[in-house]
């Protein structure tokens, strides 16, 4: 039989993780909250309408790449990519529209996405995220980026690079579009064959191709042909960023890899990764809870990866959970008072454990030293007796004192 292992591009989150992932989740929580958003949380999979809209231009890359299934019933259901959709299929089916808006929501959940997997890069991957739906005020817009800085500030992410843009409206792009993919045909035997070869496809791409910066210094962008609106709530979006000292650089070519964003884009990457730089990304949806069969609803909001958080970030050391009292015994006889004792100190609200492996007594007290117990109980044929770890001293105590002794002497 071939060994089992985990499906390629998942991973195991072991206890040597699990610290630094609740630190993401406690600093998260509390990023968020005190800016009056709440934990949602919506099912691992979806019905697969949800994500693949049918509109859409050619850059929606999660629909690509979706774990897709039949149920029972011959129902296509999809394991969720990402956030943003489900979140708003909630706001819809629970009328979130009727509560003061925006109606902030946060999660921490596993997505699924068939990428092909590298450092950074996986099929099951976790995500915070942020959405505020229900208002076009630019000041969401700044928000959400603000909290997204300041919570990758607060898990000491490390080289991290903010760039915005905007996008304006999809009747704004797709004129834009049409307008760079005629600049490049009227350039074509200066470009790359593989910019060439997706000028229909996908003509954003010559923006980061090597050997042609000169070419597309002076090709048409996006930003400068936004209508007035769209000009203006981009202007005041960057003046209450630069108000509250966040440092981004705007990037007129940058694209995101979803379908459904109007206005504002972001998108924050670390040095510290390699070529899956993006930490976390985002921006305006104004379009999407229509979309999924909503009123029309504006929508803000960000996602970031648990794992490049912490691929970009310090790890704080591990610290096993502290052991207050190791309850050792010989005797079969011995094995329910001790454990009775242990399940006492632990409702006392102490670290308590059991010998469990049937140790000698000399056995046990190694392993009670392993996991770093303070005192050790020994239940033995003379009665109980009570080992300060730390100073060595051992005395006999009367059973029914056991706990109070290792909540005074842990005082000490
Ligand atoms: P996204 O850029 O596709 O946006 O993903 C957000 C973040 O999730 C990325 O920056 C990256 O850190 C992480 N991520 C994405 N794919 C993977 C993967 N295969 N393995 C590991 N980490 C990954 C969204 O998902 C949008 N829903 C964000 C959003 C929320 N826009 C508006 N509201």
């Not at 989150?13 to 998260?28: K, N, T």
């Not at 693949?52 to 969720?80: N, P, Y």
């Not at 936004?226 to 960023?241: I, N, P």
């Not at 009670?368 to 730390?390: N, Q, S």
Request: aromatic letters at 8%.
């Amino acid at each position: 039989m071939s060994k089992l292992q985990a499906p390629r591009g998942t991973f195991d989150v072991l206890p040597d993780d699990a610290d630094a992932r609740e630190a993401v989740e406690r600093e998260a929580r509390r990023v968020l909250e005190a800016a009056g958003y709440r934990r949602v949380e919506t099912p691992t999979f979806e019905a697969t309408e949800l994500f693949a809209r049918g509109v859409g231009e050619a850059t929606d890359i999660v629909r690509k790449e979706m774990f897709t299934f039949e149920d029972q019933g011959g129902r296509s259901l999809t394991l969720r990519p990402e956030g943003t959709a489900p979140v708003c299929r909630a706001y819809v089916e629970h009328g979130m529209h009727k509560h003061a808006q925006p109606v902030r929501l946060w999660y921490l959940s596993s997505f699924y996405r068939h990428e092909a997997p590298q450092a950074g890069r996986y099929r099951q991957f976790w995500q915070v995220g942020a959405e505020a739906i229900g208002s076009d005020d630019p000041a969401v817009d700044a928000e959400t980026i603000l909290l997204l800085a300041d919570l990758l500030d607060a898990l000491n992410t490390h080289g991290i690079r903010l760039r915005i843009s905007s996008l304006g409206t999809p009747e704004t792009r797709a004129a834009y579009r049409e307008e760079l993919q005629a600049y490049l045909r009227a350039h074509e035997e200066r470009l790359p064959r593989e910019v060439a070869e997706r000028i229909d496809l996908n003509p954003l791409r010559a923006f980061d191709a090597a050997g042609i910066e000169d070419l597309m210094a002076d090709a048409p962008k996006l930003l400068d042909r936004l209508d007035a609106d769209d000009a203006a709530h981009f202007a005041e979006v960057r003046r209450l960023l630069d108000g509250a000292g966040v440092h981004y650089d705007v990037d007129p070519t940058l694209v995101r890899g979803l379908d459904y964003y109007t206005r504002t884009v972001f998108e924050f990457e670390s040095s510290e990764l390699g070529a899956q730089s993006g930490v976390g990304g985002g921006g305006r949806y104004d379009r999407l809870v229509e979309m999924i069969g909503g009123p029309d609803t504006p929508g803000c909001g960000w996602a970031a990866g648990v794992e490049r958080i912490l691929l970009a970030a310090d790890r704080p050391p591990v610290a096993p959970p502290p052991v207050d009292l190791y309850v050792a015994f010989v005797r079969p006889g011995d094995r329910a008072t001790a454990f009775a004792l242990a399940g006492e100190a632990r409702r006392a609200g102490l670290g308590a454990q059991l010998e469990l492996a049937g140790r000698s007594l000399k056995g046990q007290l190694k392993q009670a030293d392993r996991v770093g117990a303070r005192f050790v109980a020994i239940l033995g044929e003379e009665g109980t007796e009570l080992r300060d770890m730390e100073s060595g001293d051992q005395r006999a105590v009367d059973a029914g004192r056991v706990v109070r002794e290792v909540i005074r002497g842990r005082e000490l």
